[in-house]
């Protein structure tokens, strides 16, 4: 038997989503990913993987 409990984001919860949403902000500012192009940056760190049953 499985059981879900929903838990109601308290105080704690609240205060580490904002200090997250103040720290993204301040990266936002500071251009810290303004010269790294995304497409390359996936390229390169993207690792493929051999799928199991399937020969090369």
Do not use: C
Not at 5 to 28: D, F, I, N, W
Not at 41 to 46: A, L
């Amino acid at each position: 038997m499985l059981q879900f409990y929903q838990s109601h984001p308290g105080r704690e919860t609240v205060s580490r989503g904002q200090k997250m949403a103040e720290a993204l902000e301040k990266l936002a500012a500071l251009n810290t990913f303004a010269g790294v192009d995304p497409v390359a940056w996936q390229r390169d760190i993207r690792q493929d993987r051999s799928l199991p049953h399937v020969k090369r």
